[in-house]
C-alpha cells in the first residue's frame, strides 16, 4: 500500500530531525537507522512505505552464485516491489559484502521504487549512482552478497540499524539518514509534524536575531505566547 499523497507532501518538507523528536515524545527513542548515509550527497527527502529484506551469516552450502537463481532471491524480491516503496534491507552491519550492485539498482529503479536503504553496502558505486536509485547505506565493497550474506526472505519483520522495521512502516530519508515512523503512529506525527517544523523555524529567527536560549529552546510560557503572537501576525 503506498503513502497517501497528503502524507507524503506533508512529511517531506519535514527533516528527520524533526521526526525523531517527535517520535521521542510519544516514548520512541530507537527510530533512527545506525550507518544509513546518503551515498550522493544532493539526494533530496523521501517517503515512502518499508519494504523488508533480511539478509543472515553466509553459509557455504547456501551463499553461492547458484542461489541468485532460485525462488528465494534478491531477484525475486525485485520483481515483487511496488512502485513507491523504499526497500529497507537487513544487512547485519556486515560492510565487507555488497547487498546490490548496479544491475539490480537499475531494475529496482525502473520499478518506481523510492530509495535503497540498508546498513549494509553496495558495489559497483559509479554504476549505482548513474542509475539515479537514492541509496542510503555505510558505503561500498566489492565482494557480492554471497561473500559474507546469505539472502532468505523479504516482506517480513527485520532490524536495520539496530531498528525494527516491519513491512508498511513508513520511512523518511534525507541527509540525516533514515528514521522510521510506525504505522500506527503516522498519522499521529503527520498532524503534529508542521506545527514543531513552524516552532523550530520561530526559535532559529530568534537565535539568529541575538536570542539567549534559556526559556526559548525549549519556550517558557513568555515565549510561548510570543510564538503564538508571531502565528496570528502572519
Known amino acids: 500500500m503506498s503513502v497517501d499523497a497528503d502524507v507524503v507532501h506533508t512529511l517531506s518538507s519535514i527533516t528527520t530531525a524533526t521526526i525523531t523528536t517527535l517520535l521521542l515524545k510519544k516514548g520512541l527513542r530507537n527510530v533512527w537507522m545506525r550507518g544509513?548515509?546518503?551515498?550522493?550527497?544532493?539526494?533530496?527527502?523521501?517517503?515512502?512505505?518499508?519494504?523488508?529484506?533480511?539478509?543472515?551469516?553466509?553459509?557455504?552450502?547456501?551463499?553461492?552464485?547458484?542461489?541468485?537463481?532460485?525462488?528465494?532471491?534478491?531477484?525475486?524480491?525485485?520483481?515483487?516491489?511496488?512502485?513507491?516503496?523504499?526497500?529497507?534491507?537487513?544487512?547485519?552491519?556486515?560492510?565487507?559484502?555488497?547487498?546490490?550492485?548496479?544491475?539490480?539498482?537499475?531494475?529496482?529503479?525502473?520499478?518506481?521504487?523510492?530509495?535503497?536503504?540498508?546498513?549494509g553496502v553496495v558495489r559497483d558505486v559509479a554504476g549505482v549512482l548513474s542509475t539515479n536509485l537514492p541509496v542510503w547505506c555505510q558505503g561500498a565493497a566489492a565482494p557480492p552478497s554471497v561473500a559474507g550474506l546469505t539472502f532468505v526472505n523479504w516482506q517480513e519483520p527485520i532490524g536495520c540499524g539496530g531498528v525494527a522495521v516491519f513491512p508498511d512502516d513508513v520511512v523518511v530519508v534525507d541527509a540525516d539518514g533514515a528514521v522510521l515512523i510506525p504505522a500506527a503512529l503516522l498519522?499521529?506525527?503527520?498532524?503534529?509534524?508542521?506545527?514543531?517544523?513552524?516552532?523550530?523555524?520561530?526559535?532559529?529567527?530568534?537565535?539568529?536575531?541575538?536570542?539567549?536560549?534559556?526559556?526559548?529552546?525549549?519556550?517558557?510560557?513568555?515565549?510561548?505566547?510570543?510564538?503564538?503572537?508571531?502565528?496570528?501576525?502572519?
Open 36 to 119: 544509513t548515509r546518503p551515498l550522493r550527497p544532493d539526494q533530496p527527502r523521501i517517503v515512502g512505505r518499508a519494504f523488508t529484506l533480511r539478509f543472515v551469516p553466509a553459509r557455504e552450502d547456501l551463499a553461492t552464485p547458484e542461489s541468485w537463481s532460485k525462488p528465494i532471491s534478491t531477484r525475486a524480491a525485485i520483481e515483487a516491489m511496488p512502485p513507491g516503496c523504499i526497500t529497507v534491507v537487513d544487512a547485519m552491519g556486515v560492510t565487507d559484502a555488497a547487498i546490490f550492485g548496479d544491475i539490480l539498482c537499475a531494475r529496482m529503479q525502473k520499478r518506481g521504487v523510492a530509495a535503497l536503504v540498508t546498513d
Open 187 to 234: 498519522d499521529d506525527i503527520v498532524a503534529a509534524a508542521p506545527e514543531q517544523e513552524r516552532l523550530e523555524n520561530w526559535i532559529m529567527q530568534e537565535v539568529m536575531g541575538g536570542a539567549s536560549l534559556p526559556g526559548l529552546y525549549p519556550p517558557n510560557a513568555e515565549n510561548k505566547a510570543r510564538y503564538e503572537a508571531s502565528k496570528k501576525a502572519q
